[in-house]
């Protein structure tokens, strides 16, 4: 999301754990887009990793699981939530990405690819009103992205938990994010100064929100 602010991305290496990790881009989201393949790219190239990505709007014929299972980290980009979640059934790259989380493969990614490890979350997939999501289910609960970058974010994702459109669950300012281990959160970590996550749960009279600690990288 930052091209020339890259703390967050070297804070994902460092947890592969690996001198010189292997780094896949998964741009579904985005339908592949050519101008946000060379960004990644032009981003991942200044830093200690080998970059690649897999493209599935013109398959190549290689293979999803042979690519995905060679990552040490997968970065999913950001776009529609809902048509990237569609695609990758359709070519089992959910079974792919969720074998890979069980081996242990740093699962990351900006909005739509933040969303998508979660039960459900909050997503303008369907148009700028925002609106609950199904999703990956690797992750309970729901997630909520760009809660400081966009003033709809905040009081439409409290309205559709008070509602019971969407469960409680998680959300980040840009520049914030909330790390798991397993299925538990262990750390929320932030590039700017002021961005943190908050807890947002179901009240008695309405959404409560609490906002997280959040450490500098």
Known sequence: ????????DRFLLGLTGV???????LPTASAD????????????TTLPCRPS??????????????????ADLVFVGGGNTANMLAIWRVHGVDRALRAAWERGTV????????????????????????????????LPESFTPHYDGEAARR???????DGGEL??????????????????KVDVVTSR???????????????VERRLDARRV
């Open 155 to 161: 009081p439409r994702l409290h309205a559709m938990i």
């Open 193 to 207: 100064p002021t961005a943190t996550a908050y807890r947002v749960d179901d009240g008695v009279s309405g959404a």
């Open 107 to 138: 699962l990351a990614g900006v909005s739509a690819g933040a969303i998508c490890w979660f039960e459900q979350g909050s997503t303008d997939s369907f148009g700028p009103g925002l609106a609950a999501l199904d999703c990956l289910g690797f």
């Open 33 to 44: 887009s050519s101008d946000y393949v060379q960004r990644f790219f032009t981003a991942y």
């Open 53 to 70: 990505w897999m493209p599935l709007f013109r398959r190549d014929g290689s293979s999803v699981e042979e690519h995905i299972e060679a």
């Open 1 to 8: 999301m930052e091209p020339d602010h890259l703390a967050l």
């Open 167 to 184: 469960g409680p669950g998680w959300a980040a300012d840009d520049g914030c994010a909330v790390v798991f281990e397993g299925t538990t």
């Open 19 to 25: 001198e010189t990790p292997r780094v896949l881009f």
